[in-house]
């Protein structure tokens, strides 16, 4: 894969294109501010691009803002984001527009490297890839409506698999379930929360997302 690695830590910077060309990717480019990152984003249009949220100049939003601007001009344009914190607002604007190709790690939760090159993957290849704790914050404080509140423990349980970016037969051995009982799970809380169950996997995931972060 071409990847754009944007990050101002050097030695996370560094650590993370050696991990990724360990892996056989190419990194096409780097980028250390929010400016550079916007400019790398529409000069290389990569296959994913890693980004931090927090670049300079101000250490806010930067990292997200070129995110958002790049995927405004490049529809659907994969991008795994790296975070510190758990920022509701961040995952709501990336999950927005219904694109495909999303993800959203914190940094404290990647142990492994197989862990990281597989969200990697499954976010270039137009999936999701959302950490537990950004599942758990949504689920928790996403959406005003009152529906979410219906779900049954297991029906959350699934939800939050969904949402990370699990199969149903990932979530069936996850959950020491059948994938028939992982299916009639998904179409009772599609159902409950008014979500049309139309059985594309991304598409799914990311309406899930979306209506609980609205």
């Known amino acids: 894969m071409r990847i754009v ?13 050696r991990l ?10 780097t980028a250390t501010t929010g400016p550079e990152t916007v400019a790398v984003l529409r000069e290389h ?10 670049m300079p100049p101000t250490q806010t939003d930067e990292g997200l803002r ?12 994969p991008v795994l ?21 999303v993800g959203y790690l914190l940094k404290d939760s990647v142990f492994e490297a197989e862990q990281f090159i597989d969200a990697l993957e499954r ?7 959302m950490d537990p704790a950004v599942i758990s914050k949504l689920l928790t404080s996403g959406s005003p409506d009152q529906r979410l509140g219906t779900l049954t423990d297991r029906e959350r349980s699934v ?9 149903n037969t990932a979530i069936a051995g996850r959950l020491f379930l059948s994938e028939s009982a992982i299916s009639k799970y998904t179409t009772s809380l599609f159902g409950k929360l008014g979500i049309t169950d139309d059985e594309t996997g991304n598409r799914r995931v990311l309406a899930v997302l979306t209506y609980l972060n609205s």
């Open 66 to 77: 070129a995110v958002l601007a790049a995927r405004r001009e490049t529809p659907g344009l």
């Open 159 to 167: 939800l939050e698999l969904m949402a990370e970016g699990l199969s």
């Open 5 to 17: 690695v944007a990050e101002d830590l050097y030695l996370l910077r560094d650590g993370l294109v």
């Open 45 to 54: 249009r990569p296959d994913v691009a890693v980004v931090d949220v927090r």
């Open 123 to 129: 976010v270039a290849a137009g999936g999701t890839a």
């Open 81 to 101: 984001i790296l975070s510190q914190h758990v920022e509701q607002l961040y995952a709501r604007e990336l999950l927005v527009d219904g694109a495909s190709g």
């Open 20 to 29: 990724l060309q360990a892996y056989g990717h190419e990194v096409v480019a």
